[in-house]
């Protein structure tokens, strides 16, 4: 059964790079049928979608956070990680990954939260 | 990108049916059959429950069912179910491999 898990981070400060990781287990993060994705949830509030990468390393990007995100993929790790540059408090977060199969996310993380304070 | 429009909440009474709607644009919703549904109970990750508008993953009641018309994409939930009680999502294809989702709405069992 296929499961990923986040981690990183638990606190990060104003102006810093928000990095994070995504580790696959079940399935190989190089199947040519899936995309994996990255998605945040401010605390009360709704999904938003941050962005997704092929497991060649051909990435696409939310328009509204392509100037601050990089998504990459070690294949050898099975994992995909996330980092997110200059974050302000308004980054403050559940970061949730995901397997994108077609165009619906089929199975995620727990989630995990990233607080932005000094 | 603004998010799909959704309405903030809805409510029914266990055994009855109601409609969550979608709306997008000529864009979005309206372009691509490629709308999906999520469910998410409080503090945990949401649950995929339609993809590409109408299609239930494995294991999903058929009590869920999902529709498009135009710009704008529905949820049905037949039989509701005290269990049923969640914010749902709906998210869309945007193009560019992008994707937009919707503001939720929270859906009460009375």
């Known amino acids: 059964q296929l499961q990923l898990q986040e981690s990183g981070p638990g606190l990060v400060k104003p102006s810093e790079t928000l990095s994070l990781t995504c580790s696959v287990s079940?399935?190989?993060?190089?199947?040519?049928?899936?995309?994996w994705g990255w998605i945040r949830q401010p605390p009360g509030k709704g999904l938003e979608w941050i962005g997704s990468i092929f497991y060649s390393g051909r990435t696409y990007y939310s328009p509204s956070l392509k100037s601050r995100v990089t998504i990459s993929v070690d294949t050898s790790r099975n994992q995909f990680s996330l980092n997110l540059d200059s974050v302000t408090a308004a980054d403050t977060a559940v970061y949730y990954c995901?397997?994108?199969?077609?165009?619906?996310?089929?199975?995620w993380g727990q989630g995990t939260l990233v607080t932005v304070s000094s | 990108q603004s998010a799909l429009t959704q309405p903030a909440s809805v409510s029914g009474s266990p055994g009855q049916s109601i409609t969550i709607s979608c709306t997008g644009t000529?864009?979005?919703?309206?372009?691509?059959?490629?709308v999906s549904w999520y469910q998410q109970r409080p503090g945990t990750a949401p649950k995929l429950m339609i993809y590409?508008?109408?299609n239930r993953p494995s294991g999903i009641s058929n009590r869920f069912s999902g529709s498009k018309s135009d710009n704008t994409a529905s949820l049905t939930i037949s039989g509701l179910q005290a269990q049923d009680e969640a914010d749902y999502y709906c998210s869309s294809y945007t193009g560019s491999n992008n994707h937009l989702f919707g503001g939720g709405t929270k859906l009460t069992v009375l």
């Open positions: 995901a397997r994108r199969r077609a165009s619906a996310l089929d199975c």
């Open positions: 079940g399935g190989s993060i190089s199947s040519t049928a899936y995309y």
């Open positions: 000529s864009s979005d919703v309206g372009a691509f059959d490629f």
């Open positions: 590409e508008v109408s």
